[in-house]
């Protein structure tokens, strides 16, 4: 037996492993899409309420939508969505509105 099949993980432990990456990716996937529809209709409604706005202030207040979003969301994936994935959602979201 080689030291590479010594550090293996058995078989029944990697698939355990496969499944819950799995169950991870969709639950990112769902998070996100929803993320960035919340941010497309912030950025619709900032745009309604200051129709001579322009993009940062934009950015800047979908960006907290979508903190607040996370925050609503509570435990670590909210505050991972209120610390960094709301900025790029606000960005691009404000890019569609003021290009």
């Known amino acids: 037996m080689s030291w590479k099949d010594k550090l293996k993980p058995p078989k029944e432990v990697r698939k355990a492993i496969d499944k819950t990456i ?9 998070i996100g899409g929803g993320l960035q529809e919340t941010a497309d209709k912030l950025a619709a409604q900032y ?15 979908v960006a907290a939508g979508c ?5 609503a969301l509570g435990g670590p994936a909210g505050a991972a969505l209120g610390a960094g994935a709301g900025l790029p959602a606000a960005r691009l979201a404000c890019r569609r509105i003021f290009p």
Not at 22 to 30: L, S, T
Not at 47 to 61: A, E, K, N
Not at 67 to 71: I, K, L, P, S, T
């Open 22 to 30: 799995d169950q991870v990716e969709q639950i990112v996937e769902d």
């Open 47 to 61: 745009h309604v309420d200051h129709p001579s706005g322009d993009f940062d202030d934009c950015v800047l207040v």
């Open 67 to 71: 903190a607040a979003a996370g925050a």
